[in-house]
């Protein structure tokens, strides 16, 4: 079960969460989450005029951030899935497990991949290399956060993205601690 508490500090009041002996303090609250979102969408309905992107949304993190930013793209544009998992508890095992495949013929399509967060960068590194391989006339890369002091492959900086923030953990906003937490509107660092 969640515990939910607003603590007092010196200079403001905060939204702790409490979860399997876990602390975690909102720090992208939901109306901040829509905002960048929205202009992130912009950007690319600006660079891709004219064009029809195949955007690939990345399951299970990236279902919410594809949702609200599919609502802002005004591109005709197809949606595809994938599911992968890198993730157990609040660390990478530094393997990528695709347990969905693309179902779809990338050959000569402007690939838009959608992730939740870009952390070591090994998931969009080996996925983005693989779309390539399959004939994408282009593979851009949108994820909602980055944690840039974790990359550690300097070819996948997302292109379009919501924020750039610590390389702590973190769960909401379809990110997760071991499948919960996913439903969170806005998002929670562990503190
Ligand atoms: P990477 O391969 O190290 O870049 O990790 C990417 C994947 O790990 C993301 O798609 C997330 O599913 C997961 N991930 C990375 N950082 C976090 C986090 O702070 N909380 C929850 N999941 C994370």
């Given at each position: 079960?969640?515990?939910?508490?607003?603590?007092?500090?010196?200079?403001?009041?905060?939204?702790?969460?409490?979860?399997?002996?876990?602390?975690?303090?909102?720090?992208?609250?939901?109306?901040?989450?829509?905002?960048?979102?929205?202009?992130?969408?912009?950007?690319?309905?600006?660079?891709?005029?004219?064009?029809?992107?195949?955007?690939?949304?990345?399951?299970?993190?990236?279902?919410?951030?594809?949702?609200?930013?599919?609502?802002?793209?005004?591109?005709?544009?197809?949606?595809?899935?994938?599911?992968?998992?890198?993730?157990?508890?609040?660390?990478?095992?530094?393997?990528?497990?695709?347990?969905?495949?693309?179902?779809?013929?990338?050959?000569?399509?402007?690939?838009?991949?959608?992730?939740?967060?870009?952390?070591?960068?090994?998931?969009?590194?080996?996925?983005?290399?693989?779309?390539?391989?399959?004939?994408?006339?282009?593979?851009?890369?949108?994820?909602?956060?980055?944690?840039?002091?974790?990359?550690?492959y300097?070819?996948?900086?997302?292109?379009?993205y919501?924020?750039?923030?610590?390389?702590?953990?973190?769960?909401?906003y379809?990110?997760?601690?071991?499948?919960?937490?996913?439903?969170?509107?806005?998002?929670?660092?562990?503190?």
């Amino acid at each position: 079960m969640w515990r939910f508490l607003i603590i007092e500090f010196q200079t403001h009041f905060s939204l702790m969460l409490e979860y399997e002996g876990l602390c975690f303090e909102e720090s992208i609250s939901a109306a901040k989450i829509e905002q960048e979102v929205t202009r992130v969408a912009n950007e690319i309905n600006a660079d891709y005029a004219g064009r029809e992107p195949l955007f690939v949304c990345v399951l299970n993190g990236a279902f919410m951030y594809a949702s609200d930013l599919m609502k802002h793209i005004s591109l005709p544009c197809e949606i595809t899935f994938v599911r992968m998992k890198s993730y157990e508890g609040t660390e990478t095992t530094g393997k990528v497990n695709m347990l969905i495949p693309l179902q779809v013929d990338v050959k000569d399509r402007d690939v838009i991949v959608i992730e939740d967060i870009v952390d070591t960068g090994i998931t969009m590194h080996a996925f983005m290399n693989e779309l390539r391989e399959m004939g994408a006339k282009s593979v851009a890369l949108t994820s909602f956060l980055y944690k840039p002091e974790s990359l550690r492959y300097e070819d996948v900086k997302p292109q379009y993205y919501g924020l750039a923030i610590p390389p702590a953990f973190i769960i909401g906003y379809g990110l997760d601690l071991n499948e919960k937490a996913r439903n969170l509107a806005s998002i929670y660092t562990k503190v």
